[in-house]
C-alpha cells in the first residue's frame, strides 16, 4: 500500500519540532534533526542532530548522531559523534559519546565513556 522510502536525501536541513508546553509520554524516532523544548518521557531516536532546549527535558534514553543539551536530561545517551553540553544544562545517568564538550556551569552527574569510531 505504502512504499518504502528508500533515499532520504529529501530530509538532509529538515528540523522537527516540539515545542515549550508540549509533554510527550512514548518514544520519538527519526531520521532528521530534532529540537525538543517541551517534556519527552521515553526514548528518542534520530540518525541526525538533537537540540534539547533550554525549556527541554527527556527522562529515557537517546540514540543518536549528535546531540547539544541546555536543559535536562536523565537517562542513557549515547551519541555516534559529538555531546555538546551547554552551561544551563543538568545531566544524570550514562553517556557514551565519539567527543565530549562541557561549558563551564553545566551540572553534568553521569558516568562517561568515549568511544572513537572505528573507520
Known amino acids: ?32 534533526d530534532f529540537r525538543l523544548d517541551g517534556k519527552l518521557s521515553g526514548n528518542f531516536t534520530s540518525e541526525g542532530k538533537i537540540v534539547i ?16 543539551i541546555e536543559g535536562k536530561f536523565s537517562g542513557k545517551l549515547q551519541a555516534e559523534d559529538m555531546l555538546n553540553i551547554k552551561s544551563k544544562a543538568h545531566i544524570t545517568g550514562e553517556v557514551i559519546v565519539g567527543k565530549l564538550a562541557v561549558e563551564p556551569g553545566a551540572r553534568f552527574e553521569a558516568s562517561c565513556e568515549m568511544r572513537t569510531q572505528n573507520k
Not at 536541513?13 to 509533554?23: A, C, D, H, L, P
Open 53 to 68: 532546549g533550554p525549556t527541554g527535558e527527556v527522562i529515557g534514553d537517546i540514540v543518536c548522531k549528535s546531540i547539544d
Open 1 to 32: 500500500m505504502f512504499d518504502k522510502v528508500k533515499n532520504q536525501d529529501h530530509l538532509l536541513g529538515k528540523t522537527n519540532r516540539i515545542v515549550e508546553g508540549t509533554t510527550i509520554n512514548g518514544d520519538i524516532t527519526t531520521l532528521a
